[in-house]
């Protein structure tokens, strides 16, 4: 089964720096899929950025960009210039690309706050 | 704008009480999903659905049953609510058509039983 780790149970970075939130996850499989979720105090998860595993290139989406590793099982998420308002928890989850009726499977959050 | 709502934002029950949970979708999706998300230990599936009427268990089902009789409609019930079950309750749905498309979340509910 798959399993998606999640080592910092919290991180904090100062307004306008960058941080990086680490996630591995251990499959077997070849193709599959990652996201990452944000969950902020108002609790309305939503999504920040995927990436699928048969893509070389890190998908990027703003502010944020990823670092996907495949041969290492890594799909970290970068933050850069962070703001307020990105304070939140957040989630990595996969999917497998088959059998699963698009089941996600999440880490256990890193909660991320922000320094003005 | 695609929407996920759930009928409460807090809840307070009593040991023993049969609690519903609501959830309804306006996109028509296929899959629908429930999840209990606990400090530390991230969000857990319940019970998802791929269809109306067609349920299955997902990780930690045990205590709790689903219903779908309209597509739209996604209820989570504790026959016998205990205070183990005290949790966030996250529902989502999902159109089916490609594995890239992510998961709708609701905004929750906080289910406290005392």
């Known amino acids: 089964a798959q399993t998606v780790t999640q080592s910092q149970p919290e991180m904090s970075v100062q307004e306008a720096e960058t941080v990086t939130l680490s996630c591995t996850y251990d499959t077997s499989e070849s193709d599959y899929y990652l996201f990452w979720y944000k969950q902020p105090p108002s609790r309305q998860m939503i999504l920040v950025i995927r990436q699928e595993a048969y893509k070389q290139q890190n998908a990027t989406e703003n502010r944020f960009s990823v670092n996907f590793q495949k041969a290492a099982k890594s799909f970290s998420l970068k933050i850069s210039d962070s703001q307020l308002g990105d304070a939140a928890m957040y989630f990595c989850a996969y999917r497998s690309r088959g059998g699963s009726q698009g089941n996600l499977i999440f880490g256990k959050g890193t909660k991320l706050s922000v320094k003005p | 704008d695609v929407k996920v709502t759930q009928s409460s934002r807090y809840l307070v029950k009593r040991t023993g009480e049969k609690v519903f949970l609501e959830c309804v979708q306006d996109?028509?999706?296929?899959?629908m999903f429930w999840y209990r998300q606990d400090p530390g230990l991230g969000l857990r599936l319940i019970y998802f659905?791929?269809?109306?009427?067609?349920?299955e268990k997902g990780d930690i089902p045990e205590g709790y049953s689903v219903s779908r009789e309209k597509k739209e409609r996604f209820s989570l019930i504790l026959e016998s609510a205990s205070t183990n079950q005290t949790s966030m309750y996250l529902c989502?749905?999902?159109?089916?058509?490609?594995?890239?498309?992510?998961?709708?979340f609701g905004p929750g509910t906080r289910l406290t039983v005392l």
């Open positions: 996109m028509d999706h296929e899959n």
């Open positions: 659905s791929y269809d109306v009427k067609m349920k």
């Open positions: 989502a749905s999902w159109s089916g058509t490609t594995l890239y498309n992510e998961q709708f």
